[in-house]
C-alpha cells in the first residue's frame, strides 16, 4: 500500500546521502527502495566509499546485492535511514512490524541523526494504530505476555510464535489503546523483555510521502 509515497519519503531522504558516509540502514519496504536507490547511486558512480551498518540480516544481504559495503561497528554512523510503523506529531515512533526492532534501537541510539521514511498513512495523532511489538526473550515467555497485558493490553504472539527474531527472540504484539510513549521504561523493566517498539525522542527527521509530495519535519533528538 501507497508505495509511491514510499518511493518519494526514499528519494527525499537519499539526497542527503554524500560520498564516504558511514549511514544506518533500517529494515522494511520503505527502506528497500531506498536502498535500491542507494545502489543505483553507487553502481553508477554518483556517490562512493558508502559503508552501511544493517539492523537485519535481510538488510545486510540486500545491501549487499547493491554493492553496498556494510559492518557491525557502531562507531560514528552520521545518519540512520529507517521506516516506522506509525508516528505522531512529536516524532515519537512504533517500530517493529518487521520484528527488527532491538537492532532498529541500536543503530538508531548511535547515530547522530535518524532520518524516517513514511506514507503518510503512518502518522496519527495518537499512537494507537499499530500494535506494540515487544520482543521477548523465550524463556517463561507466556508469564512476560501476562506481565506485559497486566499494564492495560491485549497481546498475541507474533505468528503464534512461528516468528523469531534475528535474535532468536518472540515478538508479542501489544494492542493497547493508546500507546503512550511513556509506556516505554513501564514495559522495559518486565523481566524477559528485550526491546519495546516505541522509539521516544530518537527521530531528528521524517520524511512522509503525501500524494504528490514528501512532507518533512524536523525534531531535536532529546
Ligand atoms: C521493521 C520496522 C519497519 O521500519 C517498519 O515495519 C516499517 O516498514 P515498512 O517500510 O515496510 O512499512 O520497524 O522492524
Given at each position: 500500500m501507497y508505495e509511491e509515497e514510499k518511493k518519494l519519503a526514499a528519494m527525499e531522504a537519499l539526497k542527503y546521502v554524500h560520498s564516504g558516509m558511514k549511514i544506518g540502514l533500517g529494515t522494511g519496504s520503505t527502506t528497500k527502495y531506498f536502498l535500491e536507490g542507494l545502489g543505483e547511486m553507487v553502481e553508477s558512480g554518483k556517490i562512493s566509499d558508502i559503508t552501511g551498518v544493517p539492523t537485519s540480516i535481510r538488510t545486510e544481504e540486500l545491501a549487499r546485492s547493491h554493492g553496498i559495503n556494510t559492518v557491525?561497528?557502531?562507531?560514528?554512523?552520521?545518519i540512520d535511514f529507517d521506516g516506522a510503523d506509525e508516528f505522531d506529531p512529536a516524532g515519537n515512533l512504533v517500530k517493529g512490524g518487521g520484528g527488527a526492532l532491538v537492532r532498529e534501537k541500536i543503530v538508531a541510539y548511535n547515530s547522530r541523526d535518524v532520518y524516517i521514511m513514511a506514507d503518510?498513512?503512518?502518522?496519527?495523532?495518537?499512537?494507537?494504530?499499530f500494535p506494540l511489538p515487544v520482543e521477548v526473550l523465550p524463556f517463561m515467555e507466556e508469564s512476560t505476555r501476562r506481565n506485559i497485558e497486566r499494564i492495560g493490553c491485549t497481546s498475541i504472539f507474533r505468528d503464534g510464535k512461528k516468528f523469531r527474531s534475528d535474535n532468536g527472540n518472540y515478538i508479542i504484539d501489544c494492542k493497547f489503546e493508546y500507546t503512550d510513549p511513556d509506556l516505554e521504561s513501564r514495559i522495559k523493566m518486565?523481566?524477559?523483555?528485550?526491546?519495546?517498539?516505541i522509539f521516544r525522542g530518537i527521530a531528528t527527521r521524517i520524511f512522509m510521502g503525501n500524494g504528490e509530495n514528501c512532507r518533512i519535519m524536523d525534531f531535536k533528538k532529546s
Open positions: 557491525n561497528n557502531m562507531e560514528g554512523i552520521e503518510h498513512s503512518k502518522f496519527s495523532q495518537r499512537l494507537h494504530n518486565i523481566p524477559g523483555v528485550v526491546e519495546v517498539g
